[in-house]
């Protein structure tokens, strides 16, 4: 595929997502379950396109032609398996209640991905009454990957605006045993010491929509705590799941001082709609930084 190709495909299949639904307190209704340490419930959900859905997403859904795109991430791991449309319920600024067409787990789908839902359907209108919030009204579990099976039923989170640009909304330290070598993007090189994924809202190129490069990893910034208690700021050694039109970034790192967040300047990436990044700056989950505690 050429580049452009590949790139559309990416705005059919990965729509950006945004900080303020990222930073809201959650939302979690009573019968929310934890594991890990963590509350299930949907992290962000953004809405990416509307009604604007290429003639390619057909081949993704049918009949996703013109409709709207909002992916969603998810606090854990999902089980394909539990996961269908009708588990997910988006209200409009007004009230009204969609249903998505599909769901889809693409193309976050690497080993240690599987957290970012497509949703494709028609969930109301940027310029009128716009998608509100994205409840979890179905049985939708977790994979058991990191604590035990949890249900997602019964979440919700606040959709964030067409217009906003997108945002870190999730990082983890990769173990090393689950290290990317199945994975379509590109993995890291010999040597690195400690690997952390970076996932944002949704899919993230340049300006001119090629992929990161050299310039990009140069501006991520990955906070470090030094066995004295200190922190410090370093930058990746090298940039990976790179290639794979998904929303994921591998940070390369060539020291073992556990990370504890991860940040990005504004005004460098797009997301399909073409809107800008803004500074951004998220956890690394089970880690303790006081200036990202959601
Ligand atoms: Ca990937
Ligand atoms: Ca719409
Ligand atoms: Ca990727």
Redesign the pocket.
């Known amino acids: 595929m050429t580049n452009t190709k590949q790139w559309i495909l990416t705005a059919i299949v990965l729509l950006g997502l945004a900080p303020a639904a990222a930073q809201d307190a959650p939302r979690a209704e009573s019968g929310a379950q934890a594991a890990n340490g963590e509350t299930a419930r949907p992290l962000s959900a953004f809405f990416g396109l509307d009604n604007a859905l290429p003639a390619m997403a057909n081949l993704l859904c049918q009949g996703a032609s013109g409709q709207d795109g909002m992916p969603i991430v998810l606090s854990h791991t999902v089980d394909a398996e539990t996961l269908q449309a009708e588990d997910f319920r988006i209200v409009t600024r007004s009230g009204s209640e969609r249903t998505p067409i599909c769901s889809t787990l693409r193309?976050?789908?690497?080993p240690g991905?599987l957290r970012t839902v497509l949703l494709i359907g028609e969930f109301g209108d940027a310029a009128g009454d716009p998608p509100a919030r994205v409840l979890v009204s179905g049985d939708l579990f977790s994979d058991g990957v990191t604590g035990d099976p949890v249900n997602f039923r019964g979440t919700e989170t606040n959709v964030t605006p067409l217009d906003a640009g997108p945002s870190l909304v999730f990082a983890e330290v990769v173990a090393e045993d689950r290290s990317?070598t199945e994975?379509?993007?590109s993995s890291c090189p010999e040597g690195i010491q400690q690997v952390v994924r970076a996932t944002w809202a949704g899919g993230v190129r340049l300006p001119d929509g090629d992929d990161l490069g050299d310039a990009e990893r140069a501006l991520y910034r990955v906070t470090v705590e030094r066995p004295d208690g200190s922190t410090d700021e370093i930058v990746p050694a090298a940039l990976a799941?790179l290639g794979?039109n998904?929303n994921?970034h591998?940070l390369c790192l060539d020291t073992s001082a556990p990370a504890v967040s991860v940040s990005f300047p504004g005004g460098h990436l797009v997301d399909p709609n073409r809107d800008l990044n803004p500074d951004t700056r998220v956890a690394v989950s089970g880690s303790e930084d006081p200036r990202t505690q959601r």
């Open positions: 193309p976050a789908g690497d991905e990317s994975s379509r993007g799941d794979d998904d994921n591998l």
